[in-house]
């Protein structure tokens, strides 16, 4: 049976699971290339698509108090990151909402037909 998921609009570019090939974002809603979380290297994205969320919990980031939760790829089930859903600190209020999504599980995909 076909996986059915959701394909991003205006995606020339985008990234997707490793594993399924599943897309996730586009390249215009990465926040962060370069986000590292106890040694992981991540992207920051604003928008996600194809992605289920877990149970909220509360944990530490650096030592601030944050509710996330973690992210799995839809197609694959694979834990592929994690979301803040709220932050206690007013100063980190433009994290939430925003999914952390671990590099070793993400592939860019080209569009050959892209012009870029
Ligand atoms: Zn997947």
Known sequence: MAIRY????NSSYFYECKKCLIPFANLDDITSAEFTRRGIKSYQFSKVVNI???????TNIRSKH????NAYCS????KVGWRYEFTFNDEEQHKEDMTIINKA????????NCKE
């Open 75 to 78: 197609g694959c089930l694979t």
């Open 6 to 9: 959701f394909i991003p609009p």
């Open 52 to 58: 289920k969320f877990g149970k909220i919990f509360d």
């Open 105 to 112: 599980y993400v592939i860019h995909h080209v569009d050959p």
């Open 66 to 69: 944050y509710l996330i939760q």
